[in-house]
């Protein structure tokens, strides 16, 4: 799994190039862009500046020295390199199995260049079969959410950070995990109904914002598909 992670990781790094503003994504996959640009920027002198989606990203690309800037300080975003939990053959995505989709997506909404890289198994027919739909919401919101998303024929999960205690993303809010009984047939109208729900703050559903997908393989190999 790691060496697929790796590679998948590496080769989307050779997207970045000098001078360029940088989407830094959330996950392990991702981890392996921000060591294998670190290691650029040391070994060619390259300037970029990264615009982390989360916290966990911001502190590991710090350690790692590479350059940050605030998404106030940007207007736009040359290439964004991040992870999916599911991936579709139009490159629609589930993410926020880290918790980073708000941020995830306000990013990937400036970026240029959207480069997603994942593990083969991401790789699916159809959304919300196998992964939970993460949807950020409001605390205070949470049971009208929940409501709602029933009436849609969704199951929802409060994610949970210990026994008693919700987990919170970066932007202070809960996380509903949800399932849709047959996956999601209509992510486009999925992801304007979901956000159009009171007390959703944004949900996992990335339609229209991948560009690029690098698929890293056991054997070290990467693959990289453009969108059609
Ligand atoms: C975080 C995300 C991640 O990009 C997604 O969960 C993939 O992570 P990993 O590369 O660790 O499998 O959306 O919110």
């Known amino acids: 799994m790691s060496q697929s992670k790796e590679a998948a990781g590496r080769r ?3 997207f970045i ?5 940088v989407g830094l994504g959330t996950g392990s996959t991702v981890y392996f862009t921000l060591v294998a640009l670190a290691e650029r920027i040391a070994k060619e002198n390259l300037a ?9 990203t911001e502190v590991k690309a710090r350690d790692m020295g590479i350059p940050l800037v605030a998404l106030a300080d940007v207007a736009q975003i040359d290439v964004t390199i991040d992870g999916a939990d599911e991936i579709d ?9 880290g918790g980073a989709l708000l941020r995830e997506k306000v990013v990937a909404s400036l970026s240029t260049r959207e480069v997603i890289v994942v593990h083969p198994s991401k790789v699916v027919e159809r959304l919300g079969e196998g992964f939970l739909l993460p949807v950020e919401v409001v605390p205070f919101a949470r049971p009208v959410v929940v ?3 029933k009436q849609l024929g969704g199951t929802a999960s409060i994610r ?6 919700p ?6 809010n809960e996380i509903l995990d949800c399932r849709f009984d047959g996956g999601i047939p209509n992510a486009r109208e999925l992801d304007r109904t979901l956000n159009g ?9 990335f339609v229209g914002l991948a560009h690029v997908l690098v698929i890293g393989h056991e054997d070290g190999s990467a693959e990289v598909r453009e969108r059609g």
């Open 160 to 165: 949970m950070r210990s026994e008693k205690e």
């Open 12 to 14: 989307a790094a050779e």
């Open 89 to 97: 053959g139009e490159f629609q995505m589930i993410k926020g199995g």
């Open 17 to 21: 190039e000098d001078g360029m503003t």
């Open 147 to 149: 409501h709602h998303l």
């Open 167 to 172: 987990f919170l993303t970066d932007n202070g």
């Open 48 to 56: 970029i500046r990264g615009v982390p989606t989360s916290i966990d």
């Open 197 to 205: 729900i009171p007390g959703v703050v944004e949900n996992g559903l």
